[in-house]
């Protein structure tokens, strides 16, 4: 998983439903503190309104006068002028102007004017200015408290004219005040309730629109976090949470002194109990066996499901004995989950041991997982139980099939696959029979390779098949030209895969590559490995039969390494049954092998067949072999195998091997 994909989801994981809350409260709040002051806002946005208005209109009518006082005597309005100095210099001098108090700047009015004013208190009227002793704290609005509001209505006095001063800057320096009134009705107190209840009404529903949108998030959230952290089998934490978790958890200061063993924990045979039972059986067994994993595991440690039957873990421990029984412990459980079962199940560990903060934050867990995978692994297709550990041996082995994987398509258009020969000789006559072509790997860089250890390596990515083709296709070359120059050849066999019989025409392209390089078939045999005959048994024997119809001899390779060894006897046609090595290993019971080797000669005797006997290095084994009638020998006695150059001289020296002067005559190729 990308490092990008896993911030992602991170950030998902991180967000908390309790912040969103928290900013649907502090706006609820915020509403609740405008509902509750919005009336005097709007009700001071009213009064301002008529006072500005009335300014203006004030300034338009007198400011084009020459003697506005006199205009204003007769509206009879009340007025009065000052100097610069504040003195009356006209007008009513018992006026009721609290012109020495401060007055109400202009600049506290939201509305602009044509000119500036100020607004000054009437010392017979309370009820609009109110102002302290400096005149900051004014208080125009408590005409609009509930109490004069009810006051009004039961003095059935619907409507207040309140007495207030408006003063001009006039062009000498003073001002010019004019005595107005603010006339106020019950329907200014309505309708500016009405506004206010407008807006707490829409605030309202803002907050509704809100709040529902928030619950619907927070339910949406939460199946997304379902779907992106949660397994839809076993219904608990998937993969993505366990990455994300260990690795917060790991790179912790306060555990950055902590091991932590990060386990692949597999049901080794699940795709089997599916089969057996059903789909739905083994997704239920699978929760069950996660419940019993997480009740296994530590409250600090995390359990997962990730895919099929594998279960990621993080478990603290001290010391790998503890590590040890915790997992075995889980196993043992795991192994009785159902009655009347036993199953097994494999672990696979990789060890993070304590580190520095910046070695933690290096840490791929990705990584660290596939290391846990690949020791897993290392226990193979067996029912029984085992718990393996990741070693760095495990690591240059992976590296290894790395390089031979990214060099493999090189090296076969580079021919560095080198065809070897290993000679078969009549135990009895000591005369060439047959040969086995081997293949050697020589590259720059690898440096001679055996094919112990790239074969493999192929057969599990599919390059066998190339290699395959590419070895029939050399030693039919090979024979064609020793047939030219006259020699006597003998058959050459040549190791096919099994990987390769799930080909339907492998026969047809075995044959065409014999027609394409002009080699008579009779003179190229085909190796199956005897585990490849439990494969397809029906289509191996339709393979074997077309091949010996092309004239191709088929022997079985290895006959005795694997356990039906009799039984796919019984079965397929085969022309040449090859005793594997071990037969003759030192370490077994001689005498026993011995019985066995002479009754599997005699049964091949039986079903037409030649024997080979492979591995063979010690005169008496040669003597017992060619007692029991076994047709030819294949072994270091002999020879071991060589280039093909070598091979050619001694095909052609027609005469029979002195075995221990030849095979210690060696070529490169069995130093292996
Ligand atoms: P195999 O087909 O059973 O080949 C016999 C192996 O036994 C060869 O190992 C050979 O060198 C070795 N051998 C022969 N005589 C003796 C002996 O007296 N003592 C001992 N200790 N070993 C002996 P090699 O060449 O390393 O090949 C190993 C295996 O690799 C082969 O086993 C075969 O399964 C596979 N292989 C080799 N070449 C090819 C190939 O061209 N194609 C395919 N598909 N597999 C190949
Ligand atoms: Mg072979
Ligand atoms: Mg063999």
Known sequence: MSKIDLKRANRILKKRPAASAFI?????????????????????????????????????????????????????????????????????????????????????????????????????????????QDGTDIKLLHLFDTNSISDAIENKDMSKSIPYWIAFPTDDGGKLFIRTYLDLSVGDVIFTAAITGIFAFA?????????????????????????????????????????????????????????????????????NFVLCHSIEHGERMLSKIYLEIASGVGPSDLAAHSTEAHFPLLIRFTDEETLRSTLNNIISKLESIEKDHKFGFHAGVAVIPPQTKAERRRIDLDNVYNFASAARMQLG??????????????????????????????????????????????????????????????????????????????????????????MIEHVARNQAQWLSKGYD?????????????????????????????????????????????????????????????????????????????????????????????????????????EVVVAEAIKLAKNLNMKTVAEGIEEKPQVDFLAREGCDMIQGYYFAKPMPASDYEDRMN????????????????????
């Open 489 to 593: 050849i003998v058959p050459v066999s040549v190791n096919v895969s099994r990987a390769h019989f799930i080909e339907d025409d492998l026969a047809e392209q075995i044959r065409d590559i014999a027609i394409s390089q002009n080699c008579p078939p009779e003179y190229i045999e085909i190796e199956l490995t005897e585990s490849a005959f439990f494969d397809d048994k029906d289509k191996m024997i339709e393979t074997i039969k077309k091949l010996q119809s092309y004239g191709f001899a088929v022997s079985m390779d290895d006959f005795g390494s694997g356990y039906s060894s009799l039984n796919s006897l019984k079965d397929l046609p085969l022309n040449i049954l090859k005793l594997d090595a071990g037969f003759f290993s030192n370490g077994d019971d001689l005498e026993r092998s």
């Open 381 to 470: 297709e067996k029912d029984e139980s085992g718990i393996m550990f990741f070693d760095n041996k495990l690591l240059e082995e992976q590296k290894w099939i790395d390089k031979v994987t990214e060099k493999q398509k090189d090296a076969l258009k580079n021919e560095e696959f080198i065809v070897y020969y290993q000679p078969k000789y009549d135990p009895v006559s000591n005369k060439l029979q047959g040969a086995e072509a081997l293949i050697r790997w020589q590259n720059d860089e690898l440096g001679f390779i055996s094919p112990g250890r790239f074969i493999p390596i192929f057969e599990n990515n599919g390059f066998i098949t190339e290699i395959d083709h590419y």
């Open 203 to 271: 605030f309202l529903l803002i907050l509704i629109v809100l709040f529902v949108y928030w619950i619907s998030n927070l339910s949406h959230r939460k199946s997304i976090r379902k779907l992106i952290f949660m397994d839809r089998i076993s219904g608990n934490h998937n993969w993505m949470w366990f990455l994300i978790r260990a690795d917060k958890i790991i790179n912790k200061r306060r555990n950055l002194s902590n091991s932590y063993a990060v386990v692949n924990l597999v049901f080794a045979r699940y795709r």
């Open 24 to 132: 649907i409260l502090l706006i609820f709040v915020l509403l609740c503190a405008t509902f509750v002051s919005g009336y005097y806002v709007f009700a001071l946005y009213s009064v301002q309104l008529k006072m500005t208005g009335e300014a203006d209109s004030l300034y338009n009518m007198y400011s084009t006068e020459t003697d506005p006082l006199a205009l204003l005597r007769q509206s009879k309005r009340d007025s009065f002028t000052t100097d610069s100095d504040g003195r009356i210099i006209s007008g009513n001098k018992d006026n009721s102007c609290c012109y020495t108090a401060k007055p109400i700047p202009s600049s506290y009015f939201y509305l602009k004017t044509e000119t500036d004013f100020e607004v000054y208190a009437d010392k017979k009227s309370d009820m609009l200015i109110q102002a302290d």
């Open 653 to 672: 020296r027609d005469e029979t091997v002195s075995p221990s002067k030849e095979a210690s005559s060696d070529t490169p190729g069995h130093l292996e």
